[in-house]
T-cell receptor
């Protein structure tokens, strides 16, 4: 079946640093989505990407849809303590189903 | 709009009991998904509906699990009988077809003793 590899699994960063995480797929996706999950809550959509090469920003967050359509990255600039959480990538190959990465746990040292 | 609504937020029950989880999607979003999240397996899709019709239930772990969507504004996921290994957080999500994005509810944390 479809495989999504998300890395890194977890990271500690210093407040103010930039963060980068990425996902790679064994399949070509038509849509890439990035979510953030806070403890005790459901995943919240951060950014949606629809075309190969697309670069989209949402405040300090920037995500790109890879040219091969098999990868995507998410960057967070100037991290702050409230960036702590789990970040998930998700891809849609066809139909309505999403495939999710295992998540990147972000911990910030204040 | 209040977003996707799930109830209860927490459920503790004993093995063998029936558990019913409820979901109200955002009005106008025609696809609904049930996920299960555990540390070991991450987010797993259990079943999804389009226009109230079950499309793919291949993720439902076994016959003890069933899901219904009697109308566009309500869905249930039932576990009967429940087992300790069913302990997890269960999420309902819906899909905005205009933006091809899914929106999650806050989840139900189920503990089966």
């Amino acid at each position: 079946g479809q495989q999504l590899n998300q890395s890194p699994q977890s990271m500690f960063i210093q407040e103010g640093e930039d963060v980068s995480m990425n996902c790679t797929s064994s399949s070509i996706f038509n849509t890439w989505l990035w979510y953030k999950q806070d403890p005790g809550e459901g995943p919240v959509l951060l950014i949606a990407l629809y075309k190969a090469g697309e670069l989209t920003s949402n405040g300090r967050l920037t995500a790109q849809f890879g040219i091969t359509r098999k990868d995507s990255f998410l960057n967070i600039s100037a991290s702050i303590p409230s960036d702590v959480g789990i970040y998930f990538c998700a891809g849609r190959e066809y139909g309505n189903k999403l495939v999710f990465g295992a998540g990147t746990i972000l911990r910030v040292k204040s | 709009d209040a977003g996707v609504i799930q109830s209860p937020r927490h459920e503790v029950t004993e093995m063998g009991q029936e558990v019913t989880l409820r979901c109200k999607p955002i009005s106008g979003h025609n696809s609904l998904f049930w996920y299960r999240q555990t540390m070991m397996r991450g987010l797993e899709l259990l079943i999804y509906f389009n226009n109230n019709v079950p499309i793919d239930d291949s993720g439902m772990p076994e016959d003890r699990f069933s899901a219904k969507m009697p109308n566009a504004s309500f869905s249930t996921l039932k576990i009967q009988p429940s087992e300790p290994r069913d302990s997890a957080v269960y999420f309902c999500a819906d899909r905005d077809s205009l933006t091809d994005t899914q929106y999650f509810g806050p989840g139900t944390r189920l503990t089966v003793l």
